[in-house]
Structures are given as structure tokens and as C-alpha cells.
């Protein structure tokens, strides 16, 4: 039920616990719930729950029920980018798989380990997990174990297709269903359990073959995805958009997609999926020509893109902190030791401190490989931003889009403040921009209201940002203190303030992956 039916697990665990409180332990509510909410991939909740199950005293007697919960928190750490957290936890949880022989568990734990290594960067070591997993597991008879073989297959298939080694990723994939189809000859899988698998396959062997070139064999993995029972699902449907993308197909991705907007509205939506969901919103709307509605959808995606960047960085100080906060108490507690023993704790006092050290410069290097990631990313999407918006301005004042007249006037407005570059004007305030534009101070504030929801200052502020991106750009020799000015700032500190708050990096960081880029 949890794989099919999530939503009807969570209304009779609602249900139970109400009606016949002391009949399931509260760990193992908190487990089940964690389940359903990762099939509905609502990882907040995951996480939530699993941290419930796993603060239980009386779970550790029950070391199947901790090793579940365990497995879905490193899931979810790994979701979050909290990848110090899902190794630490991945660890416990193999350990402890190992100690009750426990191998489904094993075998779903190294394919996280896999996953958090692609996550950083380390292919090889993740494509090595891939490859214990399916070799450990393919010549099993247990459902559990083809499962999470089938589960490897899937994340190996996602990899190559990363990597551009497409024919390797379709190979995988054919491979997969053989694995799918002797599941259903052994048989005892949960209902709907493997028709689920088989989409999956499908969906990846679709978008496989057509960026090999194979339209047809493309077309046909598309037919039998659709034939599936979870193809045909709301969220099922998700996971062919990849195909619908390359191929082109702009209604349908708004067709299949449109459902599950409301589904993460109703939980989290600071998270990956649904940045992925509007970014590929964007691109079908463009796609068809909206060229307004597909830059609004990035816009979205971008601002996810900033919350999902400060939620790391606020986890990573804590760790930061966490970690010297015990190196303090360890170093107390060597304090009090007698002064016989002084010398051999010293020695230990330094091991200790070498290895502190050595951890948090790993941990500082992986935040600065982050850092990095991020500005790349931050990079790519202002430059998309901005050529979204070129583009929009150009289809308006060619008469492609149609305006509505109450937004006209604005627009007009809009067109001359940028045209005629008012907004450089560095002692530009509300009045002296209502006098420039001809229209009262009241008038100016009330359009600016409607039509952007900014105040006069932010207004300007936004649009002198946006003109110092092109400034950079056009002018890689200008020192920034020189594109400041020229957009109108008179302090560089405010300058740097503004486009950080409006990008997420400062003109500096989006300097150099631009030039990186170039060169």
C-alpha cells in the first residue's frame, strides 16, 4: 500500500492512532509515515519522521525497525545536500545492516552511498557502489534483493545518461526490465510494484535512445511507458518530461505537469523537484512562445534556487560549530587528567587536533567545491534570466505579444526609464523618476505597485543590477567599482549589497564564471 496507495496509508495511520492509541509503538507510526512520504517525495516530511522514529528509547530493541528509519534519514539528508550527514548516517545504517544480516537493506543503503557520491562529484567511487549492488544482488531469488538491484539500475541509467554515454545508459536499461521480468516470474512483488519499475525503465530508455539517435526505439519505450499502469498516474507521468523535452513536445509537458503543482503546494516547495517542475515549465511555455509566462516561471525557479543555497549554508555552519563545540569539550576533559598521564594525553590532544584539522579543512574544501557549483549555477541562470528577458522586450516592442491596454501605459513607461537609462542617475529618487517619466508621484508609485509589486527604490535598484550584468559583460575590463558607478551606484558596498540580494552572488563571483565560461 505505501508504493500504490501512500495517501491511504497516511489516513489509516491517522486513523489508528486516534482510535487504538497503544496498539502500534509511536517509532513505528513515525517509520510508516516516513515511508509514504517518500513515495510522495515530500523529503521534508521524511526527514521529520525518521528523526521521530530514531529519538524512541525502546526503537534500539528493535534493530529492523531502527535500521528502516536510519535508511530513510540518510535519504533524505542526501535530498537536502547534506552529504557529511548522509555518509555519517549511511555508516550506522550498513554497520547495522551487516550485524543482523539484514541484505535488502545492505543493498539500499550502498545505493545511497552511490548517489551521495555522483552528488560530489566522485563518479568512479559511486559507478564502484553501482556495480557491488548489482553484482551482489542479480543472482538472488529474494524480491527485496531484485529490488534493489532494479533500484541500482535505475541511478546507473541516470548517471550515464549525465555522463552523455547514452548507448551504455539504453544498454542498462534493457538490462533493467530483464531484471523486472524475472521479478514477476518469481513473483510475491507488492501489487503495482513492478509495473511502477517498468515505467521508470521505459521512461529512461525513451529519453536514452533519442539522444542516441534512435527516434524510433525512442517513440516505441515512450508507447510502453504509456501503457503502464503508473504512466498513466500523476506523478507517474513526471518521469517521462525528460523525453517530452528533447523531443519537443511543449503541450503535453504542460499537460502531464500541470497536476502536480498542487500536490507541492500542499507541502514543501523549497526543494530540487519542484525548481525542476517550473524549469521545465519555462522551457515548454518558451517553447510555444510565451516567451512572459516561461521568464515568470524562472524567475520562480531562481528565487528556489537562493532558498535551497541558504538552507545548506545555514547546515553547514551548524556542523561547523557542532564540530568545535566538542573539540572544546574533548580538550577540557584532557585538562582535568592527572600530571602523570599529561604527556600521553598531549600526544593524543595533538593526534586529535591534527585529524580536527584535517576534517575541517575536507569539509571547508567540500563547501568551497559547493560554493563553486552554486555560482555556476548562479551564473547560468542570470545570463538565462537576462536573455529570457531581452528576448521579451524585443517580442513586445515588435508587437508578438500582445499587451493588455491596462498594462500599456506601464510599459511605455517601463520602455523609456530603460531606453533613455534614467535609472543611472544616481541621485534618482520616487520624485525625480515621476518628473523624468511625466506622470505624478502618486501615478508613478501606483503602476510600479500593480504592475511589479516594488517600491521606486527597488525598482530602480533591479533594473540598475540588471544593466550592471550587461555592463559586465561588455566591458571584462572595467574594474567593478567602474560598473557600479556606471549603473548608477555611488557607494560600491550598496552596489554589492543589491546584486546579491537580487542573484545570490556578488558581481565579483558572477564575473568569473562568466569569464570561466568564455574562456
Known amino acids: 500500500m505505501v508504493v500504490d496507495k501512500p495517501d491511504s496509508v497516511l489516513k489509516i495511520l491517522d486513523r489508528a492512532e486516534s482510535i487504538h492509541p497503544k496498539e502500534l509503538p509511536p517509532f513505528r507510526i513515525a517509520i510508516l509515515r516516513g515511508l509514504a512520504y517518500n513515495e510522495k517525495r515530500m523529503f521534508s516530511l521524511v526527514e521529520r519522521y525518521a528523526l521521530e522514529a530514531l529519538k524512541s528509547d525502546s526503537i ?8 528502516n528509519a536510519l535508511t530513510l534519514l540518510s535519504g533524505a539528508q542526501r535530498y537536502y545536500g547534506d552529504y557529511q550527514g548522509c555518509v555519517s548516517t549511511a555508516t550506522q545504517a550498513i554497520v547495522l545492516a551487516r550485524e543482523i544480516g539484514n541484505k535488502p537493506a545492505e543493498l539500499n543503503i550502498l545505493t545511497t552511498m552511490a548517489q551521495n557520491s555522483f552528488d560530489i562529484g566522485e563518479r568512479e567511487r559511486g559507478y564502484e557502489y553501482l556495480r557491488q549492488v548489482i553484482d551482489s544482488g542479480s543472482s538472488s531469488n529474494s524480491i527485496r534483493d531484485l529490488a534493489n538491484v532494479s533500484a541500482a539500475y535505475g541511478v546507473k541509467v541516470v548517471e550515464l545518461y549525465a555522463d552523455g554515454r547514452f548507448r551504455e545508459a539504453l544498454t ?4 533493467r526490465l530483464e531484471l523486472i521480468d524475472r521479478m514477476d516470474e518469481l ?6 510494484y513492478t509495473d511502477q519499475q517498468r515505467a521508470y525503465a521505459y521512461a529512461r530508455i525513451a529519453s536514452s535512445a533519442y539522444m542516441a539517435g534512435d527516434s524510433r526505439a525512442a517513440q516505441e519505450a515512450y508507447e510502453n511507458f504509456m501503457s503502464t499502469v503508473y504512466g498513466q498516474s500523476v506523478i507517474g507521468r513526471a518521469y517521462i518530461t525528460d523525453y517530452l523535452l528533447e523531443s519537443g513536445q511543449w503541450a503535453k509537458i504542460l499537460e502531464f505537469t500541470a497536476p502536480l503543482f498542487p500536490l507541492f503546494e500542499q507541502a514543501d516547495t523549497i526543494n530540487d523537484d519542484f525548481r525542476s517542475l517550473l524549469v521545465s515549465n519555462a522551457k515548454a511555455k518558451y517553447g510555444l512562445g510565451n516567451q512572459k509566462d516561461g521568464y515568470l516561471l524562472l524567475e520562480r525557479a531562481s528565487v528556489i534556487q537562493d532558498s535551497l543555497y541558504f538552507r545548506e549554508k545555514n547546515s553547514k555552519a551548524q556542523e561547523l560549530a557542532t564540530i568545535f563545540a566538542v573539540n572544546e569539550k574533548e580538550l577540557e576533559l584532557q585538562a582535568s587528567k592527572s600530571q602523570s598521564q599529561r604527556r600521553q594525553m598531549l600526544l593524543i590532544a595533538s593526534s586529535g587536533a591534527a585529524i580536527l584539522v584535517m576534517i575541517i579543512l575536507v569539509i571547508l574544501w567540500a563547501q568551497y567545491r559547493n560554493t563553486l557549483r552554486r555560482n555556476r549555477i548562479a ?3 542570470i545570463d538565462e534570466l537576462t536573455a529570457q528577458r531581452e528576448r521579451l522586450l524585443m517580442a513586445e516592442k515588435s508587437g508578438k505579444i500582445c499587451v493588455d491596454p491596462k498594462e500599456n501605459e506601464f510599459q511605455q513607461i517601463e520602455r523609456k526609464i530603460i531606453d533613455e537609462r534614467i535609472f543611472t542617475n544616481p541621485d534618482l529618487n520616487r520624485d525625480s523618476l515621476a518628473e523624468a517619466c511625466g506622470v505624478s508621484r502618486a ?3 501606483q503602476l510600479l505597485q500593480t504592475n511589479t509589486g516594488l517600491t521606486p527604490n527597488d525598482y530602480i535598484n533591479k533594473l540598475r543590477v540588471e544593466y550592471s550584468i550587461n555592463l559586465i559583460k561588455q566591458h571584462p575590463e572595467w574594474t567593478i567599482d567602474a560598473i557600479a558607478q556606471e549603473a548608477g551606484y555611488v557607494r560600491r558596498a550598496t552596489y554589492y549589497s543589491h546584486f546579491n540580494k537580487t542573484y545570490g552572488i556578488t558581481p565579483a563571483q558572477y564575473r ?8
Open 60 to 67: 534500539a530493541n528493535y534493530p529492523n525497525e531502527q535500521l
Open 187 to 192: 513473483g510475491g512483488a507488492p501489487e503495482g
Open 172 to 175: 542498462e536499461g534493457f538490462r
Open 443 to 445: 501615478k508613478i508609485m
Open 512 to 519: 568569473k564564471n562568466t569569464s570561466t565560461e568564455n574562456s
Open 379 to 381: 551564473a547560468q541562470q
